[in-house]
């Protein structure tokens, strides 16, 4: 019995010791990786007024001579061309003021550029850009997401061979990217800041956007393999 009991004081006081021993190592880094993103749809909005145009042409002929010009540079004015706001304001002195706002999509820097300059000589009301996004935000997403990985792999490795060993397996990955945060930057990201264009401004448009990236992190373990 005291030879039993002797034999299981003896274990329970060396698992300590021996599970420090063997405990496994790893390496645990933080993978990154990022991207400037560039719109590749834009809204700018056309507003006509029949009294603020030089000669105080109709609503309609001005009309016609926005599709002419954007059927003229190939936009498709029948599915990206529409009217937002059609409306007719009173003033004081009794003077009716018609106007009518438009909605144009263009699926390219280059279409945007173009639309400008097709619209410059029509002596429109105004024209404005009001929207530029990102379309294609969940490829980029999982590009940077693969990239990340890589990333922290690769700094596993290079901190590993510095002490003369490797890595072996991931075995823990933590994605810092939860969905309120890529909402937030989803936001952020599509919408730019686009002042009202004047008119003197349009002699030749040139569009510029503030810089926006997306940025994705994650954290990794990877095995550390012991030295040969």
């Known amino acids: 019995?005291?030879?039993?009991?002797?034999?299981?004081?003896?274990?329970?006081?060396?698992?300590?010791?021996?599970?420090?021993?063997?405990?496994?190592?790893?390496i645990q880094v933080t993978g990154n990786a990022s991207r400037e993103i560039t719109p590749d749809k834009f809204?700018?909005?056309?507003e006509i007024s029949e009294n603020d145009s030089k000669g105080k042409r109709p609503l309609q002929e001005q009309e016609r001579e926005i599709i002419t010009a954007l059927k003229k540079i190939n936009i498709d004015t029948k599915e990206q061309l529409r009217l937002a706001d059609n409306s007719s304001d009173y003033f004081r002195r009794g003077i009716s003021l018609a106007t009518r706002h438009y909605e144009l999509t263009l699926n390219s820097s280059n279409?945007?550029?173009?639309a400008f300059d097709a619209l410059k000589p029509l002596g429109l009301s105004?024209?404005?850009?009001?929207?530029?996004?990102?379309?294609?935000?969940?490829?980029i997403r999982a590009e940077l997401r693969r990239e990340a990985i890589i990333n922290a792999r690769d700094k596993a490795s290079e901190i590993a061979s510095a002490i003369g060993q490797s890595i072996g397996s991931c075995f823990y990955i933590v994605d810092y990217n939860t969905a309120d945060e890529m909402n937030?930057?989803?936001?952020r990201i599509d919408y730019y800041e686009t002042p009202a264009i004047a008119e003197s401004a349009l002699d030749h448009f040139t569009p510029e956007f503030n810089s926006s990236y997306i940025?994705?992190?994650?954290?990794?373990?990877?095995?550390?393999?012991?030295l040969e």
């Open 1 to 26: 019995m005291r030879t039993l009991l002797t034999i299981v004081l003896t274990l329970i006081l060396s698992t300590p010791l021996y599970a420090m021993e063997h405990e496994p190592s790893f």
């Open 43 to 46: 809204t700018i909005k056309i």
């Open 111 to 114: 279409e945007l550029v173009a």
């Open 126 to 139: 105004s024209v404005t850009l009001t929207k530029a996004i990102c379309t294609n935000l969940e490829q």
């Open 184 to 187: 937030f930057a989803k936001r």
């Open 215 to 226: 940025n994705y992190s994650l954290q990794a373990k990877f095995d550390l393999l012991p």
